[in-house]
């Protein structure tokens, strides 16, 4: 466990983000559109080494001076002006650089100067007219697929699959941690993996190919079933395309070279793929032996040269002055280079490209410390501290030096609980600093002893203390991070805060760089970027290292008194002591090996895990399934205290006769339990762990085939025991019964064997077949949906004809012989092809018909009239077709039934038509009785015809104006007066009848003929349009006087005359009950004393009440005259009749009628026009006023 780490610490001036940190490309460009110059300077220094090896492989190295200050002068500007890249500064450069340097070997750089349209053109295609050997990368599916990733993602796969650069090194550039680089290249990767199968899919040349594509990834991470490997397996022998897209899928950094490099550096830069392009402006924390150096000499000459080398850790971007760029660029370069000459040539890059005004070269400021192990000096030794927890003491302080310390305990948060086997377990570590400073830094490896792993979780899991949960990724890692170290609150962790992560590497020394893990985190490309990453405050991931069962915790800072919990997920694969190593140090601190007590993991218990092989049957027949049972399990199973469940494909059972297991069915279809046989082997000996028990399950099947091998089914294996059980899977197959039925199938014809109608027609197809299998058996044919079956059973080597009827006609098709045979009481069968045969119409119907035509005038148009009358058995389809000037018009198509006459009418839509012949289209369907179409429809060699005559309708008035005729008359029924007219028609320059219209009256005029049409007018009518075929002829004028009467409307009129007294006055009321359905205007008058009423508006439908107030007290009886008016025919009329009115003596004590006790008089007889005032013979002394 203990090491000895030599390590360097490199303090340098920073150039910071707005967060604090050291800023990325894409930082850097905001800056860069916001008017900051010396921003643009540091993007300069990252990476115009690069731009100048990528020239240089195309121009002289003097043209490549040239090449890259005019790429960079053209990305300046065009940041400036808001255009360029957002990200992915190198790529974008590294096509200006190219389509510069093809300008100069061109001779074209000096005299046409490029435009950012076209720059950004060249940016968006591949340079085929620049290099030709580049034609075809854009269309691969490797190319398609990283197109469609996003920036970012296509940014970090360039860095580090292309470049060959560290995550440690690329995490500046993209302002993450390397962790953070670690992830991100993670998800791009398996985005890219994932958009190779998309686009394979896409453009899979075949059906077969499509149905694998869905299946490659999981072929590549040897997750499929063994059935579904040999499938594919056996499809990439014989696919090309598929077999590239494995090779895809197993190195995406091999398709990310091979084709997107070219297309980026073109062919010609194809030297610098995998090369180590240059990343500048950085000082780096690097490992003993680098030989890195900050500009003093003493320092430099203790290292070796670190020129061309990598740097990566601690990110740094340069200040625009020029001590500030020599202090940087003798950091990264180790110091092979002098200070001041570097900072003289970045401050000349920068002047010539004009992006910031000449600035005088100052003293090169060096490093503010440097401490170092030289090479070969070793360190001190590695301290080991046995027992639960352990703590850590920095190193480095001089005798008599006071200094504050940091130690560090490392113990179980929970080591008294047992850990359970075969499920994820939390193995949860304690890192506390019992110090009284702060330890940065932290580095935790944890060793894990055999059958202890680190478990891929099966599903979301994370660390926390209280509330806080740190997520992680639903996927399985492939070798990926695992749960990060949860800080107690209160501690603070360096993830995210620019810490050196890894050192680089030295020129000629060894690539297994301190923190260059390549192992990547469990965070699918599917999930969200926020799903599988900590945030800023948490420390970063314990990743695997190239040492099985060792992981490496980077925690950062552990303030002191503060603890950091760290929780790894592990599976142990069965019970028992398991001692856990544990080694931690820090900034200062050498590293301590920690012998922790063993973790106890309980016992699992007795397992059975079965195994079998695939096996081939001869249909029927029968055949040993070998089963073998091994005891997986930490105890052991007892003899005869198992079983097994089969589940075996349709068709195959457990044979009746066996030798060492009896089965008895299960409940589910398919199904059997299977038990050793008392007194065999299997039956009486124990399984102890790792002991094999092998039986054979005699199974049998009758299922037949017309391949020479069939694929039956899986049979899996289940073992039954008092524990845990894993099953197997074995695929069954039989060889065919039916390996020759092929060879007998002759060849298949289809024919007429009668022509004619639905009831002669008959098509049949007929084949025949040799039995050359080796048994007897029953033949069939298959053709057109119909089948035929030979009667007698057919023994080996005889032929049978057969023929299937099909009705009227035989569509072309396939036809099959089918071949069954008895096996054991049951019947078996398979078909055999017998070939294609053609299409065969027997149907040749009769077209026997009478036509008729004539032309009729429909609605002031000509149309043509026909009629067809079908003298066939069989319906028919007709449309009759009219020429008519250069068109031809059509009727609808209707049936005509056998015996059935139908009338078809064309409307022409004009007013005349010359003469013709009518064409009637005759047609049938044909569908035979099980539902076979004609190829179209059936027609007769020839339709029938028939000819009509020319047409012309043109009606005529012969006078404008109309006459009267008779006298006028009052119809009471209808309340108008009537006037009768006549008009004179002419039709003579018409060959077709014409209806005429005028007022209510219509009269058809035959051709060539006039008449006189009499019509009835209602007063109030100005004009009458007299009509025809829808065109008014004239418009007539028929006013005339009104000749109405009214009288008295007895029928429909009902009065009831009343007299009372109202306020001690007589008051006379006749009730009007209004059933003439007009509205009248109603007075009551009596004229005898000229009193006159109120007038009303009397309703229709309703009783109106007329009123005559006298204002006396006495009157005697009289007649009173019901007065109605209404509007009629432009005039007031009036009718009214007399009623009479009986009397009244308003004297009595309350004012009422003194009249009323004695009888009325009798209303229906008419009294005396002057009744005397006082007659004789009354009782009492009004009597005269009471009559």
Not at 12 to 40: C, M, W, Y
Not at 381 to 388: C, I, K, L, M, Y
Not at 953 to 972: K, L, W
Request: hydrophobic residues 40%; contains cysteine; glycine residues 10%.
């Amino acid at each position: 466990m203990g090491r000895t780490r030599p390590r360097v610490w490199v303090d340098v001036k920073q150039a910071e983000s707005s967060t604090g940190e050291t800023p990325s490309d894409a930082e850097l460009i905001l800056q860069v559109r916001s008017g900051n110059r010396d921003a643009f300077g540091v993007l300069y220094e990252r990476h115009a080494a690069a731009a100048r090896a990528l020239a240089r492989q195309y121009v002289s190295p003097t043209d490549a001076e040239d090449v890259v200050a005019d790429a960079f002068s053209k990305l300046f500007e065009m940041l400036r002006r808001g255009a360029g890249p957002d990200a992915g500064f190198r790529p974008y450069l590294y096509t200006v650089v190219r389509h510069r340097a093809f300008d100069v070997s061109r001779g074209a750089a000096r005299t046409r100067p490029s435009t950012d349209d076209e720059i950004e053109s060249v940016l968006g295609r591949v340079a085929s007219e620049e290099d030709p050997a580049l034609a075809g990368f854009e269309r691969s599916v490797i190319y398609r697929a990283y197109a469609d990733l996003p920036e970012r993602w296509r940014e970090v796969l360039w860095y580090v699959l292309v470049d060959e650069v560290k995550p440690a090194q690329v995490a500046p550039l993209l302002g993450l941690s390397p962790n953070g680089v670690s992830a991100l290249l993670y998800r791009a990767k398996e985005a890219l993996r994932a958009g190779y199968l998309q686009q394979h899919l896409t453009h899979a040349p075949s059906d077969t190919c499509r149905s694998v594509n869905p299946l490659l990834g999981g072929y590549v991470r040897e997750s499929l079933s063994k059935r579904e490997t040999a499938k594919i397996s056996e499809h990439l022998t014989t696919c090309g395309t598929c077999s590239a897209l494995v090779l895809e899928l197993h190195d995406v950094a091999h398709g990310m070279k091979t084709v997107i490099a070219p297309l980026v550096l073109g062919a010609g830069g194809l030297a610098l793929v995998g090369a180590g392009a240059q990343i500048g402006g950085f000082a780096v924390a690097a490992k003993a032996g680098a030989g890195a150096a900050a500009g003093g000499a003493p320092a430099a000459s203790a290292g070796v040269s670190a020129a061309g080398t990598f740097s990566g850790g601690v990110s740094s971007a340069v200040s625009a002055t020029a001590g500030a760029v020599a202090s940087a660029a003798a950091a990264a370069t180790g110091g092979s280079v002098a200070a001041g000459a570097i900072a003289v040539a970045a401050v000349g890059v920068v002047a010539a490209l004009q992006i910031a005004a000449p600035a005088e070269v100052g003293p090169v400021p060096v490093a503010d410390t440097v401490v170092t192990t030289p090479e070969n000096q070793q360190g001190p030794a590695t301290e080991t501290v046995d027992g639960g927890s352990s703590p850590v003491l920095p190193t480095d302080v001089e005798p008599g030096d006071t200094v504050t310390r940091a130690y560090l305990v490392v113990g179980y948060t929970d080591a008294a609980t047992p850990l359970l086997p075969r499920q994820q377990q939390e193995l949860s570590f304690t890192i506390e600093n019992t110090g009284e400073a702060a330890a940065t830094g932290t580095q935790l490896e944890i060793t894990l002893p055999q059958g202890l792993t680190v478990a891929r979780p099966d599903g979301p899991f994370g660390t926390g203390v209280g509330a806080r949960l740190v997520q992680a990724a639903l996927q399985e890692p492939a070798q990926g991070a695992y749960p990060a170290a949860t800080p107690t609150p209160g501690a603070t962790t360096a993830a995210g805060s620019g810490t050196a992560a890894g050192s680089g590497t030295a020129a000629g020394d060894s690539a297994d760089a301190e923190g260059e893990t390549q192992a990547m985190p469990d965070s699918s490309p599917s999930t969200p970027d926020t799903i599988g990453l900590v945030d800023t405050d948490a420390p970063a991931a314990c990743l695997p290292t190239e040492l099985t069962g060792v992981l490496h915790c980077t925690l950062g800072e552990i303030p002191a008194g503060q603890e950091l919990r760290v929780v790894v997920p592990v599976r142990a694969a069965a019970g028992g002591d398991y001692p856990v190593g544990a080694e931690v140090w820090a900034d200062g601190m050498e590293p301590v090996a920690v012998d922790l007590p063993g973790r106890t993991v309980s016992p699992f218990g007795p397992e059975l895990t079965a195994s079998t092989e695939s096996v081939s049957l001869a249909s029927p027949g029968t055949a040993a399934l070998p089963v073998r049972l091994t005891s997986t399990g930490d105890r052991s199973v007892v003899g005869g205290g198992w079983a097994v469940d089969v589940t075996l494909p349709n068709g195959v059972t457990p044979a009746s006769a066996q030798s060492e297991l009896t089965c008895a069915a299960g409940e589910l279809p398919n199904a059997w339990r299977c038990i050793p046989i008392a007194g065999t082997l299997a039956a009486a000996a124990d399984l102890s762990p790792g002991a094999v028990a092998d039986v054979a399950l005699n199974i049998a099947t009758v299922t037949p085939s017309t391949a020479a091998y069939t694929e039956l089914g899986v049979a899996n294996i289940r073992p039954v025991l008092n524990g845990n059980a894993h099953s197997a899977s074995a695929t069954l197959g039989a060889t065919s019964a039916w390996a020759d039925a092929a060879k007998g199938a002759g060849p298949v014809a289809a024919t007429c064997e009668a022509t004619g109608g639905a009831g002669v027609a008959k098509a049949v197809v007929t084949g025949s077949y040799t039995n050359t299998t080796k048994r007897a058996v029953w033949v069939a044919l298959e053709a057109a949906g119909e089948k035929a079956t030979h009667p007698e059973a057919l023994a080996p080597g005889a032929t049978a004809r057969l023929t299937v009827p099909d009705g009227l006609r035989v569509p072309a098709g396939q036809a099959t012989y089918v071949l069954s045979t008895d096996v054991e009481g049951s019947s078996y069968s398979t078909r055999v092809p017998a070939g294609e045969h053609q299409r065969q119409d027997c149907y040749v119907p009769k077209w026997d018909t009478e036509t008729s035509v004539r032309t009729i005038n429909q609605g002031g148009t000509v149309a043509v009239q026909g009629t067809v009358t079908n003298r066939t058995d069989e319906t028919m389809s007709v449309v009759m077709v009219v020429p008519v000037g250069d068109t031809m018009m059509e009727s609808p198509r209707l049936p005509v039934a056998a015996g059935g006459t139908v009338p078809f009418t064309v409307d022409t839509k004009r007013d005349q038509l010359a003469g013709g012949n009518v064409t009637f289209r005759l047609s049938r369907e044909g569908l035979d009785a099980d539902g076979d179409a004609p190829a179209e429809r059936v027609v007769p060699r020839a339709n029938p015809t028939a000819p009509f005559g020319a047409a012309r309708i043109a009606p005529a008035v012969v006078s404008q104006t109309a006459s009267t005729t008779g006298v006028c008359e009052f119809d009471p029924a209808e309340d108008r007066s009537v006037q009768m007219f006549s008009v004179i028609v002419s039709n003579k320059e018409s060959t077709l009848p014409v209806q005429f219209h005028v007022g209510d009256v219509s009269r058809t005029v035959q051709g060539g003929e006039t008449a006189k049409i009499e019509y009835a007018v209602a007063w109030g009518t100005g004009t009458v349009d007299l009509r025809a075929g829808g065109t008014v002829l004239a418009t007539l004028p028929v006013e005339f006087e009104s000749c109405a009467e009214l009288t008295w409307p007895a029928d429909d009129l009902g009065v009831t005359v009343t007299t009372e007294c109202v306020d001690q006055q007589v008051r006379h009321t006749a009730l009007v009950e209004n059933r003439t359905g007009r509205g009248w205007l109603g007075v009551l008058v009596r004229e005898s004393t000229g009193d006159v009423g109120a007038e009303a508006e009397v309703a229709a439908g309703q009783t109106t009440p007329l009123v005559i107030d006298r204002h006396v007290l006495m009157s005697n009886g009289g007649n009173v005259t019901v007065r109605l008016t209404r509007e009629l025919e432009g005039d007031k009329r009036t009718v009214e009749r007399t009623f009479w009115a009986k009397g009244a003596a308003c004297l009595g004590s309350d004012g009422g009628d003194v009249c009323t006790s004695t009888p009325p008089p009798d209303q229906g007889v008419t009294p005396s026009a002057s009744p005397s005032p006082m007659r004789s013979g009354r009782s009492w002394p009004w009597g005269g006023y009471c009559d």
